[in-house]
């Protein structure tokens, strides 16, 4: 039986996988009787959107679970909240650490590689997570929650490259907003959604085994034996079914994820692709040599700090989600969780949304401008319906917006990105603008998380501080109106 996906053909020019007759639909002799300078787009690209979509998925699925759970967590494993953090922040450091060396690997060795080596992360990390379900055993959690964090440089900076490879101008950034924006989200919405309905228990219960700061534990040792039990139960449940999807998506990106069609579908492909001349060291060389150079482009690095403040901003309103709510709120420990889920909802049709406006009217500096102010509002609704502490349920509505405009802001900001800086490497862009958000996010937990810890007195310094960043964001983002190189020579 023939795989979808021949062995990369070994040109200067290209560094492409030649898709056999299964997929291009076409006969080797049939697609080479076309002229090299046609244009043409396959069928295929949507079976490795796909697949690429739940490789990202799978990724997040597998990095956030812990979040709306969090004092459950704490008490079970019997750790601190640094370390329930640290395994969301452990995605956000090895990004920052693996980012050039996966860029230079995107670079030269293309999608395949790079998908292959996520999607075997993540099945690896799954499977040690499972081994660490017991509580004797948060070391193994950790250390299989930091394998499977390698997958995120690897997947996360391929999706605006993905789209250049396989999809036309017109189709370009709704690929982008699929694969790069809504696979996430939606893998943040199942690992927030799934963890609160199957790893739940009986909050007297819970409270009695773990006690909090003010109010020592007071269960017998039955009771602590029964609690105990009854969370690894449903922690294995979860961690099961987690596992086994890795391995599932793992399989299926093998034997069905293809690097590159054999024509490419834009103009701005073709010249990208003939562009790469040089092999070996001096390959490298141009690459850092070009890696560098974005950073004389004045629009970009605005742009970079723009994406890192709101990126990392969506990002730790849903990673300390649970300390930061629960002080005000502790009888709706449970709900808590859907807060989550309701942005991520939001976020699905929002990205969608967006990226099918891009495609339609290129309009890039509007979308994002509306986005940034969306995103003020919603960051400072949420601050002051916290203090407020009036109805828990109100909370629902800056969490709509945060769906509607911050988890969104990803895919408006990788096309963005390429457009103010082609023909550099659109995993470059994209990565780069992927380590500027990881390294405040990492900097937004750690301030949030510490001031909670230390009493439900400090929460408003975070709080404010997030609004703070977000309001400095949107005031960069009125300058930040680039010229839009890809489109212009698409037009051409």
Known sequence: MEKPCEAPQSTINEKTLLVNTAIVGKKPSESSSHSPDNLRTYWWRWIVLCI????????????????PIANTIICYYDVSLFWVNSLSEVYMLTYIILLFPAMWMLDKYGLRLSVMLGAGFDAAGAALKLAGTGSNFFWLLMFGQ???????VFIWTAAPLLSEVWFPPKE??????????IAPQLGILLGLGLTPFIVHSDLNLQFAVCGNTTNPPYASPGETKEWSDFIFSRLL???IGVAALGLIVFILTIFWFCDAPPTPPSISRKL???HKQSTGFQQFKEFLITTLGAFKNVYFVLYMIVAAI??????SVVSVINEVVHPYFPDY????GYLGITAQATSILSMFVAGRVLDWTKAFYAVNLVVCILSVICVTLFAVLILFQDNFYLLYIPFVFLGLSMASFQAVAYEYAIEMTYPLPEGTSSGLINSGSQILSIITISFVGHFADKSVDNVPVGLWFMVGLTSLGCLITIFVRPELKRVKIDKK
């Open 237 to 239: 449940y979860f961690n």
């Open 52 to 67: 690429f979509a739940l490789n990202l998925a799978m990724t997040n699925i597998i990095w956030i679970p812990s979040a």
């Open 146 to 152: 930091s394998l499977a964090s390698l997958s995120n």
């Open 172 to 181: 370009r950034a709704t690929a982008t907003a699929i694969g790069g924006a």
């Open 310 to 315: 709101i990126i990392a901003v969506a990002g």
């Open 333 to 336: 420990d449970e709900e808590i």
């Open 272 to 274: 990208e692709s003939e």
